[in-house]
């Protein structure tokens, strides 16, 4: 596995419960009938930017950056589940599939908020380090 700072969303729950939402979301809505593609294709769109969002949010280095692209994760997830209702309500989606996916976003968005607490209080008391600066020794060129 390929390891760097810039890829350590990958290590991250809410990221890996994204792509676990996005696979399911994606199993479920592929076989809808041709006249509701669109609806299958918005539903698959908004689950697939959760985790691009929440990876996008990391990638950008600064809590702030970070913070935005996780709220905007959680709109995303918002509207992918208001989805999940509307399908349900009309027949669209039977109860199983719409519980089993109900389940994983219900998880997903609680460690969503939890992780925006968490960063909102680091940023507060200034334990964040939103820069990727590598410090070097002057030695090895030769400087006095």
Do not use: P
């Not at 890829?7 to 006249?35: H, M, P, S």
């Not at 989606?93 to 996916?101: N, S, V």
């Not at 969503?112 to 680091?122: M, R």
């Amino acid at each position: 596995m390929r390891k760097n700072k810039n890829r350590g969303y990958q290590q991250l729950r809410v990221w890996n419960d994204a792509i676990e939402y996005y696979v399911k979301t994606y199993q479920c809505f592929r076989k809808f009938r041709y006249d509701l593609r669109r609806v299958a294709a918005q539903a698959v769109a908004s689950a697939d930017s959760v985790h691009r969002n929440i990876a996008e949010g990391y990638c950008r280095r600064s809590i702030n950056e970070y913070l935005k692209f996780l709220n905007i994760a959680l709109g995303s997830l918002g509207e992918s589940v208001s989805g999940l209702r509307a399908y349900r309500k009309s027949d669209q989606l039977t109860e199983d599939k719409f519980e089993a996916l109900d389940s994983l976003a219900y998880k997903l968005e609680n460690g969503l908020l939890k992780l925006v607490e968490s960063l909102e209080q680091k940023r507060e008391k200034g334990g964040w380090v939103d820069h990727l600066i590598v410090r070097e020794s002057n030695a090895i060129y030769g400087s006095v």
